[in-house]
């Protein structure tokens, strides 16, 4: 029984089109993130969300927009998507804000062509 | 800016032996310090931590030292698996959790 899953694993779209990530825990956690891991393999937060309420959004552009329609979800949208848009996505959770040990998905390959 | 850097990209390890994967960080706010450990098409998944108030953690084959005054951090697996092999990954937190770009540790049966 997955703990926290996304859909889709792969995805393949063209620039400028809309695109969303769902994610999903059943771990009972309050907090949900997003990272985003780039071609150099950096892993780096975008969205912390605490109790469906958005706590951190680290300088994304706002084409980015995670929303969290209740505790156990939190789906990323991303419009005009660009090359650079190019990377996996990992959702996390975490028991609490502030949590330090996050329970990761298994990821979401994004390629914009 | 990176703030926590691993700086081997990768390691090779003979099954049996020691491996130490090294990690340095700059932010002396940070207060708790995380391994991850990643395999292939997964998500990374939770080795072991230590919190800024200890030098040491130990869990089974995995050690975790921290040295805060050189801001430097090591995670020492002995006997090293070849089921060891895998990205690993260091992260801090203030919060936020801030990642290394990972090192890959080969163990060689």
């Known amino acids: 029984d997955t703990a926290v899953s996304q859909t889709p694993k792969y995805l393949v779209t063209q620039m400028g089109n809309d695109k969303s990530i769902k994610c999903e825990q059943n771990?009972?956690?309050?907090?949900m993130y997003w990272y985003k891991q780039d071609s150099k393999k950096f892993l780096k937060i975008m969205f912390s969300y605490n109790n469906k309420e958005l706590i951190i959004n680290e300088t994304v552009p706002n084409r980015f927009s995670p929303k969290s329609p209740d505790k156990a979800h939190l789906n990323l949208h991303i419009n005009s998507l660009e090359l650079g848009d190019s990377a996996v996505y990992f959702c996390?959770?975490?028991?609490?804000?502030?949590?330090?040990?996050?329970?990761f998905g298994p990821g979401t390959r994004l390629t914009v062509l | 800016d990176q703030q926590v850097k691993q700086n081997s990209p990768s390691l090779s390890v003979q099954e049996g032996r020691i491996s130490i994967l090294n990690c340095d960080y700059t932010n002396s706010m940070f207060d708790y310090f995380l391994w991850y450990k990643k395999y292939p098409a997964e998500g990374p998944t939770f080795l072991i931590s230590?919190?800024?108030?200890?030098d040491k953690n130990e869990d089974g084959r995995f050690t975790v030292f921290l040295n805060k005054s050189a801001k430097h951090l090591s995670l020492h697996i002995v006997p090293s698996q070849p089921g060891d092999s895998a990205v690993y990954f260091c992260?801090?937190?203030?919060?936020?959790?801030?990642f290394g770009k990972g090192t890959r540790l080969s163990v060689i049966a």
């Open positions: 992260a801090a937190t203030g919060p936020p959790l801030v």
């Open positions: 996390a959770s975490s028991p609490s804000l502030g949590g330090t040990e996050q329970f």
């Open positions: 771990l009972g956690h309050d907090t």
């Open positions: 230590i919190s800024s108030i200890k």
